[in-house]
């Protein structure tokens, strides 16, 4: 086999390897399929990988002739059989099918099995040929009117009944929907906003699966937002984010929490709002409870922000292991961690530095902490941070006790 050299024509010009579901582009160009929809999917190129040409259309028509003589010469070479490939995903299909679904309830039902298979398939293409055949404006109804038909669904741990709105959601959240369908779906002229009220709505009253998939659709939708719809947001939104982070639905869901409080809070009054719904306690307590990086680094980023106001650093005073948690954190977890923890601290002994504070921080160990900072490999900027506050409060911290005398030593003067 090593001996036997490939017809040129049977490689694939972009992974260099056998052809085994061989398409043309509209250049005139035959790649593998699998390598073609990669760089025209997930890559997002629209041009051809060999002549350079904007593509005219991005419809792979299949190269049957050239399959049936790679596949013949497979067999006369002792080559590993190719198989003749599964049905290509179908634009006009996938639209009968929606169509269709609109007849029956039964017919909904075969629809939306079929887009979950489709859905939950590995092709890179498969996001375009769904946003094309316009599925996501149809799972987006049927979430919108909370339709309570109850399926029987195929799932790889077997058969389970769902409502047919939480099937809707399962199959969009999985979908990783683009943000420009995200945006039809939330931007319009009459000012509809039934789509993001009904994921609003499971957040507050759907189970565990179903509230995990819409706060992960939901984490798409504010990454999709512009400027006027991010100050424009309301308190409820927070309170239902704010309460799958208190209720740690999933590992999924609170990741996806807490990147829409990063994305949303710097705008307007939104982490006045946060802060409103309890958002520091409970990202307070999350910490405490939490060891893992990302996760750490994520409320770490949302704490800071919402310590950029007033409201944010009151309350995380008034937590009675809000400062000692944020230093804790600081060389404990990643240079990510520390730069926001003690920029948090930086926030706290700037604006709020009551005689209290400060002998807290002295209790809790934030100042050791600090003087550590100076000793160790850190970032400029941080270094800078902990110099900035350890100065500003010298009078009050600097002949203390409850500073080691090693740590000490790396006091500013």
């Known amino acids: 086999m090593e001996e036997t050299d490939v017809p040129a024509h049977f490689l694939c010009p972009i992974s260099i390897q056998l052809m085994r579901d061989p398409v043309t582009v509209s250049t005139g160009i035959t790649y593998d399929r699998e390598s073609i929809e990669r760089w025209l999917f997930s890559c997002k190129h629209d041009t051809c990988p060999v002549t350079k040409q904007v593509l005219t259309g991005i419809d792979l028509t299949p190269n049957h002739t050239l399959r049936r003589l790679i596949q013949s010469w497979c067999t006369l070479n002792a080559f590993e059989p190719i198989p003749t490939p599964k049905p290509p995903l179908d634009t006009t299909q996938i639209a009968k099918l929606i169509d269709d679904a609109k007849k029956s309830p039964e017919m909904q039902r075969r629809c939306l099995q079929r887009l979950r298979s489709i859905a939950f398939r590995s092709e890179d293409s498969k996001k375009y040929y769904l946003e094309s055949a316009g599925a996501v404006e149809f799972l987006a109804s049927i979430i919108k009117r909370d339709d309570s038909t109850i399926l029987e669904v195929e799932l790889d741990t077997g058969l389970e009944f769902k409502r047919s709105c939480h099937e809707a959601l399962s199959i969009l959240s999985h979908l990783e929907t683009s943000a420009t369908a995200l ?5 319009n002229n009459s000012g509809d906003d039934r789509f993001v009220a009904s994921l609003m709505g499971v957040l507050r009253c759907g189970n565990q699966e179903s509230r995990s998939n819409a706060i992960v ?19 409820e939104f927070f309170s ?10 999933s590992e999924k869901a609170t990741k996806a929490a807490l990147k829409i409080l990063a994305e949303v809070c710097p705008w307007g009054r939104n982490r006045i709002k946060a802060v409103e719904t309890g958002a520091v306690r409970v990202l307070v307590e999350l910490l405490m409870e939490t060891s893992e990086r ?26 009675g292991t809000g400062l000692a948690i944020v230093s804790k954190k600081i060389l404990r977890v990643s240079h990510g961690a520390t730069d926001r923890a003690v920029k948090i601290l930086s926030s706290i002994s700037r604006v709020s530095a009551t005689s209290r504070v400060l002998q807290e921080m002295l209790d809790v160990g934030v100042v050791p902490k600090l003087c550590l900072v100076m000793q160790v490999k850190t970032s400029l900027k941080t270094k800078e941070r902990a110099k900035e506050i350890l100065k500003l409060h010298s009078r009050v911290w600097k002949k203390s006790t409850c500073i080691p005398p090693h740590l000490l030593s790396s006091y500013p003067s």
Do not use: W, Y
Not at 240 to 249: E, F, N, P, W, Y
């Open 183 to 187: 945006k039809k779906l939330v931007t």
């Open 217 to 235: 659709l939901m984490k798409s939708i504010s990454e999709a937002l512009g400027p006027n719809q991010m100050v424009s947001i309301k308190s």
């Open 240 to 249: 239902s984010v704010v309460d799958v982070l208190r209720d740690q639905i």
């Open 294 to 319: 990302r996760p750490c680094e994520l409320m770490l980023v949302v704490l800071d922000q919402l310590c950029g106001c007033a409201e944010g650093r009151a309350e995380l005073l008034e937590h």
